[in-house]
Structures are given as C-alpha cells and as structure tokens.
C-alpha cells in the first residue's frame, strides 16, 4: 500500500432546489391563493474519520467530491426534498485545511469524529412565501442558492503515542520490527525507510501503544532538506520520543546534536517533548570504549541492540514510565 500522507481536493456543497410559482386550483374555491412550496436545502459535504483508513491514497484518484442538489418546491405548498450529504472518510490524525486562506479547518483525531467542510445552498422560496396584503396574488419565486465550494489540503498526522526518531542508520526501523509485529523494510543505506512504519508495542499491563519509526531526518530536515520536513509532523502528535543514536557511527555525540537542532528550529512543540536518549548497536563496540563514549553525551543514554535485543526492556521500562507519567 502506498502512503500518501497530503491531499489536495475541492468540495462543492449541494445547489438549493428553486422555489415555484403556483396556485391553488380546487373546486368550490373561489379564489385559490398561491401555492408554490419552497426548494429544498442542498446536501452538505462532510468528513468523517475512520480507523480503516490509514493514508490518504483515495484522494489520488479522485480529487472533486459534490453533495447532492435540492429538489424544486412542488405545488400545494410542497417543499422540495433536501439533497443528499456527502460523507468521505478520512484516516484518523487528518488535519483539514482551508488551502485559499491557509486556515485549520479541523482536526478529526477519533473514529467518527465528523466535519462539515462545504454546507449546502437554502432553497428558494416559493410564492407562498411572499403572500401578503398588498400581494395577493405573488407570481414571482426565487431561485436556490449555490452550495459552497471550498480548497481543501488535507494532512495526515499520524497518532502514534512513540515516535523513534534518528538520523538514517540508527536503526529505527530494527528497533520497532523487534520490539513489536511490524515488518519494515531493512537495509544497510540511507532512506530505507521512505514512509513512516507503525508497531503496537504490549506494556505488562496488556494494553498496546502505538510505537511509529519516523524516517528522513538529517541535517536541515527542519528546512525541507531530505524527507524530514515531508515526516517531522509527525511527531507532533508523539508523547514520548525515543532519540535513536548509531553508537558505531562516526561522530556519534555530534548526530546527538544534529538531530536536536532540527527539533528545535523545526518548534511545533516537538523540543519540549520528553525524549529517551538510546545509543545502538553497543554491541558491536569494544567493551572499554561503551564508557568513554557515554561520558561525552549531556544526558545519560540508555544501553542498547536492536539487533541483538540487549537492553530493550530498560528502554521500554524507561518509556512506560514517561507515558505513566503523563496522566
């Protein structure tokens, strides 16, 4: 499946029906009044969100959503029949935006959570409506009002409640395929990860957490360089970040810092966010030089291998806390 995580699409709410004009045509009534019932409302377009969803890949295909017309007044006062809403899913963790004038419109976060995006035009009045003692007979009747038609960009933040974070290589996506039933795609080169990968992670209570693997994030992410500035957003939602470290990469105190500064520059609230600090592979380095490399880190790292599934439950222990925490 392919993630497609922005969306742009036009909604047109539904035209009003035309009000009529018409008189009352009954016998033994001499002087049948007017009779002409008003159009009915057009439908309104709505987004509604549902947990079946989880990209917005439909809206590739098909990018104008319509509801449906109001019918015309009828005779003998009969208000036409309201047009038929349009109800179109979204995933959950879809921000709505007005794309003309750069506006939220909403944020549907919860299955069914439901937006009304574009209302419908009012039906036209019928002569009924315009009976009065200086009109008695009214041949006149207005036409329905047009729906509103409203630009729409729509950005799918994922709700994840741990986001794993790191430059290329760290070994998120290890990281999350052990410590939960995801499978990522693996490999030893930049930007395996293209799309964000999602894990349930069982605390001892049995309750699951949504872990999420956040790709792309390098030097100048926060100014759109690589993919971090398609992905950082994704963060926003996070309650608690793992800040994955290579412990046998180069200059591993220095992607410490690299990853920091596009937190902070990139703001959202994402530096304030509580972050567990984990060094990787150790198990690859010299046993003596674990220590000396701890040392140069401002906070104290957790101890760990993905690979080798060392230190996994100190780390997830320290996570279970932060989250507990938070309530």
């Known amino acids: 499946m392919q993630f497609i995580d922005i969306a742009k699409v036009q909604v047109q709410g539904g035209k009003g029906g035309d009000g009529i004009v018409a008189f009352r045509r009954e016998k033994y ?8 019932g008003n159009g009915g409302d057009g439908g309104c377009v709505i987004l509604e969100a549902t947990t079946d969803l989880q990209t917005l890949l439909d809206f590739q295909y098909e990018r104008i959503f319509k509801a449906g017309d109001g019918q015309r007044g009828g005779p003998k006062n009969m208000t036409g029949a309201r047009g038929s809403d349009r ?6 963790g879809t921000v709505v935006i007005d794309a003309d004038r750069e506006v939220v419109l909403g944020d549907l976060t919860e299955h069914g959570d439901r937006l009304v995006v574009a209302k419908g035009g009012k039906g036209g009045l019928g002569n009924k409506h315009f009976l009065s003692n ?3 007979a009214p041949d006149f009747a207005l036409p329905g009002l047009l729906g509103e038609t409203v630009n729409l960009r729509l950005e799918l933040k994922l709700i994840a409640e741990v986001g794993i974070i790191g430059l290329p290589n760290a070994g998120k996506s290890t990281l ?3 410590l939960s039933s995801a499978r990522p795609k693996i490999a030893d080169y930049p930007f395996t990860t293209l799309v964000p990968n999602l894990g349930v992670v069982a605390k001892p209570s049995g309750d699951g957490v949504v872990f999420a693997d956040i790709p792309g994030l390098i030097a100048g992410a926060s100014q759109g360089v690589g993919l971090g500035h398609d992905f950082l957003r994704h963060i926003e939602r996070t309650r608690v970040l ?16 690299i990853i920091q500064t ?3 520059e990139y703001g959202h609230g994402l530096p304030e966010k509580p972050q567990i600090v984990a060094l990787n592979k150790i198990d690859a380095l010299p046993e003596g030089a674990i220590a000396p490399l701890v040392d140069q ?8 291998s993905a690979t080798a599934r060392q230190g996994l439950d100190n780390l997830l222990q320290a996570v279970w806390q932060v989250l507990d925490q938070q309530f």
């Open 242 to 257: 793992i800040h994955l470290i290579d412990a046998i990469a180069d200059d591993p105190v220095g992607n410490y810092h």
């Open 134 to 136: 200086s009109k008695r």
């Open 87 to 92: 109800i179109i899913k979204v995933p959950c």
């Open 176 to 178: 999350i395929s052990v």
């Open 262 to 264: 596009e937190l902070r």
């Open 29 to 36: 009534v001499p002087a049948g009044g007017p009779s002409g």
């Open 297 to 304: 880190f401002p906070v104290q790292p957790y101890l760990i």
